[in-house]
Nanobody, 116 residues
Framework: QVQLVESGGGLVQPGGSLRLSCAAS????????MSWYRQAPGKEREFVAS????????NYADSVKGRFTVSRDNAKTTVYLQMNIVKLEDTAVYYC?????????WGQGTQVTVSS
């Protein structure tokens, strides 16, 4: 079965960096678009970034463009989100997502808290 397990969240100061990981299994990872989303308290879940199967195409939300970088390692079936110059408003639970067979699969999420 499809499994997505996020890790790497934690407490970080404004301007700092954090790298999130999402370990995937149970599906054809190397042929799948992978996405990151986030949900802040009291807000709807929103798109953060996506990456094509071979990693050549990446898309970002305007709010993170130039600060976050999505990457993947198909040999390790893992997708990453490098978060730089974080801001208070980046505080959220971060999820990775894959869409397979007309079904969306989500991980359990990892909490990122930006605070001084």
């Amino acid at each position: 079965q499809v499994q997505l397990v996020e890790s790497g969240g934690g407490l970080v100061q404004p301007g700092g960096s954090l790298r999130l990981s999402c370990a995937a299994s149970g599906f054809g990872f190397s042929s799948s678009v992978m996405s990151w989303y986030r949900q802040a308290p009291g807000k709807e879940r929103e798109f953060v970034a996506s990456i094509s199967p071979a990693g050549a195409r990446k898309n970002y939300a305007d709010s993170v463009k130039g600060r976050f970088t999505v990457s993947r390692d198909n040999a390790k079936t893992t997708v990453y989100l490098q978060m730089n110059i974080v801001k208070l408003e980046d505080t959220a639970v971060y999820y990775c997502k894959v869409f397979k067979g007309q079904v969306e699969y989500w991980g359990q999420g990892t909490q990122v808290t930006v605070s001084s």
